[in-house]
């Protein structure tokens, strides 16, 4: 079924890549409408996750969240961007 299979792909790449979606529908494992069953269900990324995120979750009202945020968002920016595509 489409849905098992794109999530499979998802849980192995981390998104769900063109190169992936056409490969499922040549392999003939997924019908020509995958696309639109991946744009339909907001569980599923149609572009690359960010390498890192620093905004809180909603309701994260722990004590020291500020403080906390601002220091992964410096962490983030000491960093830089990410350098590898690749997943570990």
Do not use: D
Request: with cysteine.
């Amino acid at each position: 079924m489409i849905v098992q299979e794109l999530m499979k792909v998802q849980e192995r790449v981390g998104w769900l890549p063109q190169e992936e979606l056409r490969a499922l529908a040549s392999a003939g494992r997924a019908p020509a409408a995958r696309h639109e069953v991946a744009s339909f269900y907001p569980h599923y990324c149609l572009q690359p996750p960010p390498w890192m995120s620093s905004v809180p979750r909603h309701g994260l009202h722990l004590r020291g969240s500020p403080r906390l945020k601002a220091s992964l968002t410096a962490l983030a920016n000491e960093l830089g961007p990410r350098r590898s595509a690749s997943r570990g």
